[in-house]
């Protein structure tokens, strides 16, 4: 009978032992309940490229005293410019209409009802200079072919990739150089590199604005200086840190 006990006891004591394993393995320890020292940080690369592109906006506006023959006139001289900016050198897949509009205009005077004064329409169109030397000779040619609205332009990069990975190792080495500053300064180091973000990239400037330009000397050439652009990147990361 004390042996059958010895055992139940023991059994009892099995039964207990296994238990608190179990609740022991289930239940992390104080060594496991870690909170790691990590760093949240942002830095950003730059680098500056000469543009070999240019996009640029124009277009023709004229008006008349119907709809329709405002419509002819218009379609009559936008011909005219889509011509010259071919014989200019610019293919056909890098001119777009970019808008076309037709809308009546009324002349206001006080205490009267509007009064229609004419028809205007509009054929706007983005042109990409695939060739920035030939850029100042397409807007002469476009101007002198009856272009009466010339709306902005904007300088790119046909291939940026270079110049983004060059920034991204700038990126790079910026934000690893303040972990080691933050780390070194709360004494601590840098133990690992837990999560990586990248934001940014190409960054082409705004469009300038240009005023419309009326028919010029073909002697006269339109002078266009593309200047630099810049390419930037922005990094985040979050770096664990360690005694």
Known sequence: MKSLLRASALGLLLVSSAGSAALAQSAPSADTIFQATTLNLSAYGEVRVVPDMASIGMGVVTEAATAAGALRANAAQMNKVMAALKAAGIAAK???????????????????????????????????????????????????????????????????????????????????????????????????????????????????????????????STPVAAGEMRIRVDVSGVYQLAR
Do not use: C, H, W
Not at 185 to 190: D, L, Q
């Open 94 to 220: 890098d001119i777009q209409t970019s808008g076309l509009s037709l809308n009546a205009q009324y002349d206001y005077v006080e205490n009267q009802p509007p009064k229609l004064r004419a028809y205007q329409a509009s054929n706007q169109v983005t042109v990409v200079i695939q060739d920035l030397t030939k850029l100042g000779a397409a807007v002469d040619a476009t101007v002198n072919a009856g272009a009466n609205q010339v709306n902005g332009i904007s300088f790119g990069v046909k291939n940026p990739e270079a110049a983004e990975n060059a920034a991204r190792e700038a990126a790079a080495r910026a934000l690893m150089a303040k972990a080691d500053l933050y780390a070194r300064v709360t004494g601590y180091k840098v133990s690992r590199l837990v999560s990586l973000s990248e934001s940014g990239g190409y960054s082409a400037p705004q469009p300038m604005p240009m005023m419309a330009m009326a028919r010029m000397d073909k002697a006269e």
